[in-house]
Structures are given as structure tokens and as C-alpha cells.
């Protein structure tokens, strides 16, 4: 009896340490993290991917996610977020009150991922299909009390060296109300300015201001077409000519506005729009293996109910109970290298701090 016992209790010993074992010597063999392309729909609620889903005809790339969390989307002062708030959360790990980038309730500025990942000699760069200076593209670049500066956001992307930046604001930019040209001022840093997308598309620089409507890009069922997948493609294009590695954050903004409107096609179109661009980041990390890819928003907007549809005939119908932000959680998609690291609930700051360590910022 007694050697059975010892028998019994030596093999789970043993199990035990070659189940370590293969713990570590996983660990130990999985692939590095080179790149982080992190994709932000802004307003973006399940139920937009769930109506999303079922209004197309093809699987979305949304279904090629194997890890999935929530995250939770108040800020400092506010159970409802704002844009400003919830992207200084994912950009910089902190929450502070709505409204203002960069900066803490004191006016202390700090870090964004962005901004850490130039810091190391990895390449940067923004795709947008708002204004680059909007709240969620300037909190990864800004550090202002007011998310409505734009003249004084667009002078802050002369204070960083990122590599690419694509969206609209030319206004922001060549056309303020203090006389400034910023053209110049970014040819000297190295940029060629470009001011269609098919400038942008065709281009062979290697840094590019990318500023392609007066102020925002309109709708895609208004005339954008597929400017938000193909911008993305080329910023991943450029960015991963770094042996180092690049950082790159994609917003699909327009997602917001159609709930703001409590507008059922532009919400769902601009959602499919922004599947696209998903799909872009989801080719090049099956292609790279050394890119991790996450899929989030910053909140919901327009508390949008599915209150009817037809899977046959792939239509639904949305109810809204809000023309604002919500404090529902947000999903979190995560694909590659880490992605296991993004399962179960928590608070949206955690995504920057996961971020900063995957990458060993």
C-alpha cells in the first residue's frame, strides 16, 4: 500500500514537472513582439458588430479573432466617457477627466504608446478617417486642457517624429486663423505633404502627411470609398520597413457619428468599412508572425438595441436609445503574438499597460 502511495505521488511529481517544463519551453519559444497595430471603432458597441454580421453576405474579419475581453470605458470624472478621455486611457494607461489629451486633472503631461515606441526606434504612424487632430488620433500625439484646440494639435505633431499620419485637417494645418503655414515646417522635418489619397497611395516616401479632406473625410457611403483600408495598407506598408519594429493605431471615427445620428445604414456601413481595415492588419500579422493586432473602442455610442432582422435576408433593425455615449463595456479583439493576454474583463487603462509591456517599452 505504502508503495503504491510513493508510486502515486512520484508520478505526479513528475507530471507536474514536465508539465512546467512545457509551460516554460513555451513561453520561451513564443514569437517576439515586434509590432502592435492597434485599431480603435470609435462608438463602436457589440451590437454594431453583431448587426454588422449579419447584414453581409461573407464572413467578417471580426470572426478571425480567437481571444476576446471587455473592457470597462469610464473616466476619472465621468461614468460616460468622451473620445478624449477614452483614448488617453488606451493611448497613455491613465484616466483622466473628459475633454482634455495628454494630461492629468494637475496639467502634468505623460506618455503615449506612440510616443514610447518613437522613444525606443520603432517607427509610428495614425490612419484616420477624422481629422488626424480629432480626440481620439490627438491623444496619442497631443498634450492640451482641451480636446477642441485644433490649431494647437496639429503644431503637435511637429513635436513628435512619427513616420506616417493619414486623415483629414488640412484646415488645421495651411488654412488657421493665426497665419501659420505648418507645409513648410513638416517638408523640413523630413515630410512629403500630400493632400488626395491617391498622392498618398502612390507616394515612395518614407514619411508622409497624409491630410486628404479640408477637415474630416465624409462618410464611406458618401463618397470615401475604401480610403480607410487602403490607407491602413500603406502605413503598414511603410512602418514595417523598420527591422525594429513599429507602432500603428487605426480609427475607424465615423462608427461614432453614426450613432451620435442615430443613423442605422451609416452605423453599419461604417463598421463594414472599418472590418476592411481589420482585415489589412489580420493579412500582414499571419504573413509577419512578430505582430500582435487589437481591435477596441473607446465607448459606445447610441446604446443601439437589435431589435429585429432576418439572417436570410441579412437585414436588422436598430433601436437607439441615446444620441450620446454610453457606459456599456466595449468589446476587445486580440490576434498573434500576446493576444492571449487581452481574455476576461477590465479597465481600459490596462490595454495601454499590456501594450507597453508586450512591447517592452
Not at 491623444?139 to 512619427?162: C, G, P, V
Not at 464611406?220 to 500603406?234: A, F, I, N, V, Y
Not at 454610453?326 to 487603462?349: D, S, W
Request: with cysteine.
Amino acid at each position: 500500500m505504502k508503495k503504491s502511495v510513493l508510486y502515486s505521488i512520484t508520478l505526479s511529481i513528475i507530471f507536474s514537472l514536465f508539465a512546467c517544463t512545457s509551460s516554460v519551453k513555451k513561453s520561451d519559444t513564443s514569437p517576439e513582439i515586434k509590432n502592435i497595430i492597434l485599431l480603435i471603432g470609435d462608438g463602436m458597441g457589440l451590437a454594431n458588430v453583431s448587426a454588422a454580421l449579419t447584414v453581409s453576405s461573407e464572413p467578417l474579419n471580426f470572426e478571425r479573432f480567437n481571444f476576446i475581453g471587455f473592457s470597462r470605458t469610464q473616466s476619472l470624472t465621468d461614468y460616460i466617457t468622451d473620445s478624449a478621455a477614452g483614448g488617453i486611457a488606451l493611448s497613455s494607461g491613465v484616466k483622466t477627466k473628459n475633454g482634455v489629451l495628454g494630461q492629468n486633472t494637475s496639467g502634468n503631461n505623460f506618455r503615449s504608446i506612440l510616443e514610447l515606441a518613437e522613444d525606443n526606434g520603432l517607427s509610428t504612424g495614425i490612419v484616420s478617417t477624422s481629422s488626424v487632430t480629432h480626440a481620439t488620433p490627438a491623444s496619442f500625439i497631443s498634450h492640451n486642457n482641451s480636446r477642441y484646440n485644433y490649431e494647437e494639435i496639429a503644431l503637435d505633431f511637429l513635436k513628435t517624429d512619427i513616420d506616417i499620419f493619414i486623415g483629414g485637417g488640412i484646415d488645421h494645418f495651411f488654412n488657421r486663423s493665426d497665419g501659420l503655414n505648418l507645409w513648410d515646417s513638416l517638408i523640413a522635418r523630413g515630410y512629403e505633404v500630400d493632400t488626395t489619397l491617391d498622392a498618398v497611395l502612390s507616394s515612395s516616401a518614407s514619411k508622409i502627411a497624409g491630410l486628404t479632406a479640408s477637415v474630416h473625410n465624409p462618410y464611406q457611403s458618401k463618397g470615401r470609398g475604401d480610403m480607410l483600408s487602403k490607407s491602413s495598407e500603406k502605413a503598414i506598408d511603410i512602418l514595417s520597413k523598420n527591422p525594429a519594429g513599429f507602432f500603428l493605431m487605426i480609427e475607424g471615427s465615423q462608427i461614432d457619428w453614426g450613432g451620435h445620428a442615430n443613423d442605422q445604414l451609416n452605423t453599419i456601413q461604417e463598421t463594414l468599412d472599418f472590418d476592411k481595415a481589420i482585415g489589412k492588419a489580420l493579412d500582414f500579422a499571419e504573413k509577419d508572425g512578430h505582430t500582435l493586432v487589437i481591435v477596441t473602442a473607446d465607448h459606445e455610442t447610441g446604446g443601439i438595441s437589435i431589435t429585429g432582422g432576418n439572417e436570410e435576408l441579412h437585414s436588422v433593425e436598430l433601436t437607439f436609445s441615446t444620441k450620446g455615449h454610453t457606459g456599456i463595456m466595449v468589446p476587445v479583439y486580440a490576434f498573434g503574438p500576446g493576444a492571449e493576454n487581452f481574455g476576461g474583463i477590465y479597465e481600459n487603462t490596462s490595454i495601454f499597460d499590456k501594450m507597453k509591456k508586450l512591447l517592452g517599452l
